[in-house]
């Protein structure tokens, strides 16, 4: 596969989505070097804390905006089918976790694992979509 896109709409979505990426990575590390550096409290502890969560938004709308822009009907039916298998994944996940939690008193899972689960979980059904429409 060129890594090269010719397609104008997967040009967008990959500059849109490595500009949203590295922007989450900056933000996770700036809150967390501020909060254990500073100790902030109150509004500033919230807004740091909720930092990183402005670029995971952002590539919702990258995504939205992919599909809005992308004129392959093909394309675009294998990320929505993807994204589908995705959102099983991590809700098969999370609720045979949410069992285990309640009645075999494993650890609590945490939320903020969930959309980059659901990304795993995608990407790996990406493959297979692409795999079985050879």
């Given at each position: 596969?060129?890594?090269?896109?010719?397609n104008?709409?997967?040009?967008?979505?990959?500059?849109?989505f490595?500009?949203?990426?590295?922007?989450?990575?900056?933000?996770l590390?700036?809150?967390?070097?501020?909060?254990?550096?500073?100790?902030?409290?109150?509004?500033?502890?919230?807004?740091?804390?909720?930092?990183?969560?402005?670029?995971?938004?952002?590539?919702?709308?990258?995504?939205?905006?992919?599909?809005?822009?992308?004129?392959?009907?093909?394309?675009?039916?294998?990320?929505?089918?993807?994204?589908?298998?995705?959102?099983?994944?991590?809700?098969?996940?999370?609720?045979?976790?949410?069992?285990l939690?309640?009645?075999?008193?494993?650890?609590p899972?945490?939320?903020?694992?969930?959309?980059?689960?659901?990304?795993?979980?995608?990407?790996?059904?990406?493959?297979?979509?692409?795999?079985s429409?050879?």
């Amino acid at each position: 596969m060129n890594c090269l896109q010719k397609n104008p709409a997967t040009r967008h979505y990959l500059y849109r989505f490595v500009s949203t990426m590295t922007a989450y990575v900056v933000f996770l590390l700036f809150a967390e070097w501020a909060i254990h550096s500073f100790h902030p409290t109150g509004s500033l502890l919230y807004a740091l804390a909720a930092l990183p969560a402005i670029p995971i938004i952002g590539i919702i709308v990258v995504v939205g905006l992919y599909l809005a822009e992308e004129k392959d009907e093909f394309q675009r039916n294998l990320l929505i089918q993807s994204m589908l298998w995705g959102l099983g994944g991590i809700l098969s996940l999370t609720s045979v976790w949410g069992f285990l939690q309640l009645y075999a008193h494993v650890h609590p899972f945490q939320p903020f694992m969930a959309f980059p689960l659901f990304w795993c979980f995608q990407g790996i059904e990406t493959g297979v979509l692409r795999w079985s429409y050879r």
